[in-house]
Protein backbone atom coordinates (compact mmCIF):
# COMPACT_ATOMS: atom_id res chain seq x y z
CA UNK A 1 0.00 0.00 0.00
CA UNK A 2 0.96 3.28 -0.87
CA UNK A 3 1.92 5.87 1.68
CA UNK A 4 -0.55 8.90 1.72
CA UNK A 5 0.18 12.69 1.17
CA UNK A 6 -1.75 15.69 1.49
CA UNK A 7 -0.98 16.55 -1.67
CA UNK A 8 -2.29 13.11 -2.91
CA UNK A 9 -5.92 14.07 -1.06
CA UNK A 10 -5.50 17.41 -2.94
CA UNK A 11 -5.02 16.24 -5.84
CA UNK A 12 -7.63 13.80 -5.89
CA UNK A 13 -10.33 16.08 -4.60
CA UNK A 14 -12.43 18.85 -6.31
CA UNK A 15 -11.02 21.42 -5.51
CA UNK A 16 -10.11 24.31 -7.85
CA UNK A 17 -6.19 24.80 -8.69
CA UNK A 18 -6.06 27.86 -7.76
CA UNK A 19 -6.91 27.22 -3.68
CA UNK A 20 -4.08 27.70 -0.83
CA UNK A 21 -3.71 23.70 -0.93
CA UNK A 22 -1.97 23.77 -4.22
CA UNK A 23 0.61 25.28 -1.62
CA UNK A 24 1.84 22.28 -0.17
CA UNK A 25 4.40 20.53 -2.15
CA UNK A 26 6.81 17.53 -0.93
CA UNK A 27 9.07 19.35 -3.24
CA UNK A 28 9.64 21.95 -1.00
CA UNK A 29 9.21 20.73 2.76
CA UNK A 30 10.24 23.90 3.94
CA UNK A 31 8.14 26.10 2.26
CA UNK A 32 5.05 24.28 2.88
CA UNK A 33 6.06 24.73 6.42
CA UNK A 34 6.41 28.48 6.04
CA UNK A 35 2.99 28.09 4.27
CA UNK A 36 1.46 26.36 7.15
CA UNK A 37 2.10 28.92 9.17
CA UNK A 38 1.54 31.89 6.84
CA UNK A 39 -1.46 33.19 9.47
CA UNK A 40 0.72 32.95 13.08
CA UNK A 41 4.29 34.31 11.17
CA UNK A 42 3.97 37.73 13.68
CA UNK A 43 3.97 35.37 16.64
CA UNK A 44 6.70 33.35 15.43
CA UNK A 45 8.63 36.09 15.16
CA UNK A 46 7.69 37.50 18.21
CA UNK A 47 8.88 34.23 19.71
CA UNK A 48 12.09 33.91 17.98
CA UNK A 49 13.20 37.21 18.85
CA UNK A 50 12.06 36.30 22.71
CA UNK A 51 13.81 32.91 22.79
CA UNK A 52 17.36 35.03 21.86
CA UNK A 53 17.10 36.75 24.67
CA UNK A 54 15.97 33.60 26.63
CA UNK A 55 18.93 31.85 25.76
CA UNK A 56 21.23 34.64 26.40
CA UNK A 57 22.86 32.46 29.57
CA UNK A 58 23.96 29.56 27.49
CA UNK A 59 26.40 31.90 25.75
CA UNK A 60 26.46 34.73 28.74
CA UNK A 61 28.06 32.11 31.21
CA UNK A 62 30.77 31.28 29.42
CA UNK A 63 31.97 34.78 28.67
CA UNK A 64 31.16 35.46 32.31
CA UNK A 65 33.50 32.66 33.81
CA UNK A 66 36.11 33.54 31.74
CA UNK A 67 36.50 37.10 33.02
CA UNK A 68 35.53 36.05 36.45
CA UNK A 69 38.72 33.37 36.09
CA UNK A 70 41.01 36.28 34.68
CA UNK A 71 40.26 38.23 37.78
CA UNK A 72 40.84 35.65 39.81
CA UNK A 73 43.87 34.82 38.01
CA UNK A 74 45.02 38.40 37.90
CA UNK A 75 43.55 40.16 41.20
CA UNK A 76 46.17 43.07 41.29
CA UNK A 77 45.24 43.92 37.27
CA UNK A 78 41.24 43.94 38.32
CA UNK A 79 39.27 45.42 40.86
CA UNK A 80 36.92 43.69 42.99
CA UNK A 81 33.92 45.13 41.36
CA UNK A 82 34.19 44.16 38.48
CA UNK A 83 33.64 40.43 39.61
CA UNK A 84 30.64 41.68 41.03
CA UNK A 85 29.75 42.85 37.57
CA UNK A 86 30.05 39.95 35.88
CA UNK A 87 28.21 37.86 38.90
CA UNK A 88 24.83 40.35 38.27
CA UNK A 89 25.34 39.99 34.46
CA UNK A 90 25.11 36.53 35.27
CA UNK A 91 22.56 36.30 37.69
CA UNK A 92 19.96 38.78 35.39
CA UNK A 93 20.41 36.68 32.56
CA UNK A 94 19.39 33.37 34.70
CA UNK A 95 16.33 35.78 36.49
CA UNK A 96 15.27 36.80 33.22
CA UNK A 97 14.76 32.88 31.91
CA UNK A 98 11.65 32.69 33.40
CA UNK A 99 9.36 35.40 32.28
CA UNK A 100 11.14 35.30 28.52
CA UNK A 101 10.71 31.31 28.70
CA UNK A 102 6.82 31.54 29.70
CA UNK A 103 6.55 34.36 26.87
CA UNK A 104 8.46 31.71 24.21
CA UNK A 105 6.10 29.17 24.88
CA UNK A 106 3.16 31.28 24.73
CA UNK A 107 3.58 32.80 21.51
CA UNK A 108 4.76 29.40 19.87
CA UNK A 109 1.61 27.01 21.36
CA UNK A 110 -0.44 29.87 19.84
CA UNK A 111 1.08 29.55 16.60
CA UNK A 112 1.22 25.58 16.69
CA UNK A 113 -2.42 24.69 18.18
CA UNK A 114 -3.43 27.56 15.27
CA UNK A 115 -1.35 25.61 12.65
CA UNK A 116 -2.82 22.42 13.59
CA UNK A 117 -6.38 23.09 13.86
CA UNK A 118 -6.09 24.73 9.99
CA UNK A 119 -4.79 21.52 8.40
CA UNK A 120 -6.77 19.21 10.59
CA UNK A 121 -10.20 21.45 9.48
CA UNK A 122 -8.57 21.62 6.00
CA UNK A 123 -7.97 17.32 5.89
CA UNK A 124 -11.58 17.10 6.93
CA UNK A 125 -12.55 19.63 4.04
CA UNK A 126 -10.50 17.48 1.49
CA UNK A 127 -12.05 14.24 2.68
CA UNK A 128 -15.54 14.88 2.05
CA UNK A 129 -14.94 15.88 -1.71
CA UNK A 130 -13.03 12.50 -2.13
CA UNK A 131 -14.59 10.65 -4.89
CA UNK A 132 -16.13 7.09 -3.63
CA UNK A 133 -13.23 5.17 -5.53
CA UNK A 134 -10.65 6.84 -3.27
CA UNK A 135 -12.08 5.56 -0.50
CA UNK A 136 -12.12 2.26 -1.77
CA UNK A 137 -8.66 2.23 -3.05
CA UNK A 138 -7.52 3.88 0.52
CA UNK A 139 -7.77 1.83 4.21
CA UNK A 140 -9.83 3.92 7.07
CA UNK A 141 -6.41 3.43 8.97
CA UNK A 142 -4.35 5.27 6.82
CA UNK A 143 -6.80 8.57 6.38
CA UNK A 144 -6.76 8.77 10.43
CA UNK A 145 -3.02 8.50 10.74
CA UNK A 146 -2.95 11.26 8.02
CA UNK A 147 -5.34 13.50 10.01
CA UNK A 148 -4.28 12.73 13.68
CA UNK A 149 -0.40 11.46 13.57
CA UNK A 150 0.40 13.19 10.36
CA UNK A 151 -0.42 16.37 11.92
CA UNK A 152 1.20 15.73 15.31
CA UNK A 153 4.86 15.42 13.11
CA UNK A 154 4.17 18.34 11.23
CA UNK A 155 4.05 19.94 14.58
CA UNK A 156 7.24 18.43 16.56
CA UNK A 157 9.07 18.93 13.13
CA UNK A 158 8.16 22.71 13.60
CA UNK A 159 9.04 22.62 17.54
CA UNK A 160 12.48 21.46 16.45
CA UNK A 161 12.89 24.10 13.74
CA UNK A 162 11.61 26.64 15.79
CA UNK A 163 13.31 26.34 19.03
CA UNK A 164 16.33 23.65 18.88
CA UNK A 165 17.52 24.45 15.60
CA UNK A 166 17.97 28.62 16.65
CA UNK A 167 19.43 27.66 20.13
CA UNK A 168 22.18 25.59 17.92
CA UNK A 169 22.92 28.71 15.43
CA UNK A 170 23.56 30.95 18.79
CA UNK A 171 25.75 28.98 20.17
CA UNK A 172 27.40 28.49 17.31
CA UNK A 173 27.99 31.93 16.14
CA UNK A 174 28.62 33.22 19.90
CA UNK A 175 31.23 29.98 20.25
CA UNK A 176 32.99 31.18 16.60
CA UNK A 177 33.21 35.13 17.94
CA UNK A 178 34.31 34.07 21.33
CA UNK A 179 36.78 31.77 20.06
CA UNK A 180 38.27 34.95 17.14
CA UNK A 181 38.46 37.24 19.92
CA UNK A 182 40.73 34.51 22.48
CA UNK A 183 41.95 32.25 19.74
CA UNK A 184 41.85 32.91 16.28
CA UNK A 185 44.42 30.25 15.04
CA UNK A 186 41.08 27.71 16.69
CA UNK A 187 38.73 29.20 13.82
CA UNK A 188 40.77 26.21 11.78
CA UNK A 189 39.16 23.69 13.33
CA UNK A 190 36.04 24.96 12.29
CA UNK A 191 37.01 25.51 8.63
CA UNK A 192 37.40 21.78 8.64
CA UNK A 193 34.58 20.56 10.25
CA UNK A 194 32.16 22.24 8.37
CA UNK A 195 33.00 20.29 5.16
CA UNK A 196 32.84 17.24 6.95
CA UNK A 197 29.61 17.96 8.14
CA UNK A 198 28.11 18.94 4.75
CA UNK A 199 29.28 15.49 3.18
CA UNK A 200 27.91 14.07 6.64
CA UNK A 201 24.42 15.66 5.39
CA UNK A 202 24.63 14.82 1.95
CA UNK A 203 25.54 11.06 2.48
CA UNK A 204 22.57 10.50 5.40
CA UNK A 205 19.76 12.70 4.04
CA UNK A 206 18.80 10.23 1.40
CA UNK A 207 19.01 7.05 3.33
CA UNK A 208 16.98 8.60 6.29
CA UNK A 209 14.24 10.44 4.34
CA UNK A 210 13.78 6.43 2.51
CA UNK A 211 13.71 4.85 6.13
CA UNK A 212 11.03 7.58 7.29
CA UNK A 213 8.92 7.04 4.05
CA UNK A 214 9.06 3.06 4.43
CA UNK A 215 8.00 3.55 8.10
CA UNK A 216 5.44 5.88 7.51
CA UNK A 217 3.53 3.25 5.51
CA UNK A 218 4.41 0.23 7.50
CA UNK A 219 2.56 2.70 10.24
CA UNK A 220 -0.26 3.58 8.05
CA UNK A 221 -0.73 -0.33 7.08
CA UNK A 222 -0.90 -1.08 10.49
CA UNK A 223 -3.44 1.46 11.62
CA UNK A 224 -5.35 -0.01 8.42
CA UNK A 225 -5.16 -3.73 10.09
CA UNK A 226 -5.90 -2.41 13.41
CA UNK A 227 -9.39 -0.28 12.11
CA UNK A 228 -10.36 -3.47 10.24
CA UNK A 229 -9.71 -5.71 13.07
CA UNK A 230 -12.26 -3.91 15.54
CA UNK A 231 -14.17 -3.53 12.64
CA UNK A 232 -14.60 -7.09 12.77
CA UNK A 233 -14.66 -7.95 16.76
CA UNK A 234 -18.33 -7.46 17.14
CA UNK A 235 -18.91 -10.12 13.87
CA UNK A 236 -16.54 -12.66 15.23
CA UNK A 237 -17.83 -12.61 18.65
CA UNK A 238 -21.26 -12.85 17.67
CA UNK A 239 -20.19 -16.41 15.55
Same mark, same amino acid.
Given at each position: ????????????????? $???? !????? $??????????????????? #?????????? @????? =??????????????? @??????? &?????????????????????????? @??????????? =????? !??? !?? #????????? @????????????? $????????????? /???????? #???? /??????????? &?????????????????? =??? =?????????????????????? !? #????????
Amino acid at each position: MKALSLESVTAASNLPK $ESPP !QEYRS $EYPFRTLLYLYRQDLGKIG #LSMAVYVIKH @SPEWI =RPLVIANVIDIIANP @STHPLSE &LWINGAILGISILQNIPTHYLHIRFM @SLATRNMESNL =RSLIT !QHL !QL #LSIGFYKNN @SKGALQTKLLRDV $EQIQGLATTLFQF /VPSAVLTI #LVAI /VATAIRAPWFL &LFFVGTVPAAVILISVLR =RPI =RDRNSAFRQQLEEMAASLIEMI !Q #LIPVTRAH
